[in-house]
């Protein structure tokens, strides 16, 4: 899917920022899976494993929570 006002760099740059690991599959492996406006194969397959999924509010609530860490 895709977020308004992040790229999927800037995206996987600040998971990467915060101690993630992003990659571009789901499995059981996956902690959580960012859901974009159009969302497909990766949001059928988190739901089918119980996989936590964040939308851009939990998105934005994350970064900030990983911000004010950080200070």
């Not at 006002?5 to 690991?21: A, D, F, L, N, S």
């Not at 497909?40 to 119980?50: D, M, V």
């Amino acid at each position: 899917g895709s977020f308004q006002g992040y790229t999927r760099k800037e995206m996987e740059e600040k998971v990467i920022e915060m101690g993630g690991q992003p990659t571009s599959s789901v499995s059981s492996q996956t902690d959580f899976v960012i859901v974009g406006e159009r969302a497909g194969s990766k949001l059928t397959r988190a739901r089918e494993l119980g996989i936590v999924t964040i939308d851009a509010i939990g998105w934005h609530e994350l970064i900030m929570k990983g911000e004010n860490h950080s200070e």
